[in-house]
């Protein structure tokens, strides 16, 4: 979904990272703009390894492997539920 071989990692920059609330413990949530869950990540141990489960309005998104991707998931899901049409270049 995202290509993150592209982004730089050179300097300080605002990321959707910065909108999570950790509590409890390896639980993020992330606000929306009427200030209500509008989703939340998990960190879960699976055969794989340990991954981030991330949920929408209470659906399940999808998993990442990294905090970073899975805060970038979500927040694209908050913000094209925003958008008519589903973003700016459509769902």
Not at 2 to 28: K, N, V, Y
Not at 33 to 43: D, F, M, N, P, Y
Request: hydrophobic share 35%.
């Amino acid at each position: 979904m995202f290509d993150t071989a592209e982004m730089q990692d050179d300097g300080p920059r605002w990321h959707p990272i910065m909108l999570a609330r950790e509590s409890p413990p390896t639980c993020w949530k992330m606000l929306d703009s009427k200030r209500q869950v509008a989703g939340t990540i998990e960190l879960r141990r699976t055969p794989d390894g340990p991954r981030y489960r991330v949920e929408h309005r209470g659906v399940l998104i999808g998993w990442a492997t990294s905090l970073k991707v899975a805060t970038e998931r979500l927040h694209r899901r908050i913000i094209q539920e925003n958008v008519p049409g589903g973003g700016i270049n459509g769902p």
